[in-house]
């Protein structure tokens, strides 16, 4: 059974920066498209970046560029994501999903994880 595990979450202040984490157990990362997505309370769920497996294509949504960076390290079988000068508006809950394809079938999620959570506040 595949499982995700996320972790790094925590509360952090704005302008300050995390790294979030995306495990794997059960199967290798290696060939699968990963995601980030975020859901905050009463909104829907949004996809915040996401990777290829290949050439390792990136993707951000607007609202993250130059702050977030998505990587992989397949000896690991980890996902990572680093995020620098949080807002506050960056508070949700952040999980990463097996996706259709980075850009293309970001938003075709196979299974995904439980979350981590990333509160920022002063």
């Known amino acids: 059974q595949v499982q995700l595990v996320e972790s790094g979450g925590g509360l952090v202040q704005p302008g300050g920066s995390l790294r979030l984490s995306c495990a794997a157990s059960?199967?290798?990362?290696?060939?699968?498209?990963i995601g980030w997505f975020r859901q905050a309370p009463g909104k829907e769920s949004e996809g915040v970046s996401c990777?290829?497996?290949?050439?390792?294509?990136?993707y951000y949504v607007d609202s993250v560029k130059g702050r977030f960076t998505i990587s992989r390290d397949n000896a690991k079988n980890t996902v990572y994501l680093q995020m620098d000068s949080l807002k506050l508006e960056d508070t949700a809950l952040y999980y990463c999903?097996?996706?259709?394809?980075?850009?293309?079938?970001?938003?075709?999620?196979?299974?995904r994880g439980q979350g981590t959570q990333v509160t920022v506040s002063s």
């Open positions: 990777i290829s497996t290949n050439k390792g294509n990136t």
């Open positions: 059960g199967s290798t990362l290696e060939y699968s498209a």
């Open positions: 999903a097996k996706i259709g394809g980075c850009p293309a079938g970001f938003n075709a999620i196979n299974y």
